[in-house]
């Protein structure tokens, strides 16, 4: 039978606009075309949609039954219409965010709520599930973007740099290290390492600064809280690495000392990690994260 949208239009509008010709006029066809398609359209259901009543076009049974198809299709895809209008324009959507560092809970709620104020229709959910394996969830499905450090670049995968941070070593005023201008791996050895509830390997100190120098520090302690990685190096018990923005608070007390890593110091790269393909609504939230990240 292949009933389609322009036929339950045509016959709505008939049933509203009592003419052919108006019912024509409304679609922007002409009427021998509006014609056309109602006697091409009854011929393939083998049944009449109007009848001639004292002039008047008058609804058959089928006809009824066809507009009260019409009444109930016509307004649900009207509707998806415009979902998908305001989608394909990015004023709604869905954001799935992971990162990779529980450090950017210090700035991205603040960026969040700023594109939120102005796109109050798009929903963002942060998968804290995916930290510890972002790539793996964005290859599935499971998320839409990912914020990363110093991610090694995959020709499958959308780049876009955000900042750049200066890992620092941070000890108590009376550490030994504190007297040092920079610190190198051997400096670690024999040291307690205050990081946060991750991985060694997965530790940017570690894989950048220590394992390639084969040291490893005599103890590690895990910790899952900037405060406490901080407290602990404040009272001379360890000594830890942080990124030079999220220290800067801590600094107005004078027992702590920050030193550089290596002589030329510990860089990281920040970005955004996507696939290619991106509705709107992502691109403009992307665009949003590299304009507004104050930390």
Sequence with gaps: MNIEIKHLQLISNIYDLGSLSQAAEKMYISQPAASHMLKNFEERLGGA?????????????????????????????????IQLDELIKGKTGRIRIATECHTSYSWLPKVLLSFKEQHPDIEIDIEVEATSNPLQYLDEGKIDMAIMIDT?????YSYHPLFEDEMMLVTSKDHKLAL???????????????MYAEEFESNSVANKVLIPAMVRPEKITKLKLTEAIIEMAKANIGIASLSNWLIKPYLTSRTLKVTKITKTGLFRQWSVVSHHEKPKHLIDFIAHLQQNIIR
């Design 152 to 156: 090694a670049f995959e020709n499958h």
């Design 180 to 194: 040092k201008k920079y610190v190198e791996a051997k400096d670690f050895k024999n040291e307690n390492y205050i």
């Design 49 to 81: 949609v109007f009848k001639r009543v004292n002039k008047k076009l008058v609804l058959t049974q089928v006809g009824e039954v066809l507009l009260h198809a019409a009444n109930e299709v016509l307004p649900k895809i009207a509707h998806y219409e």
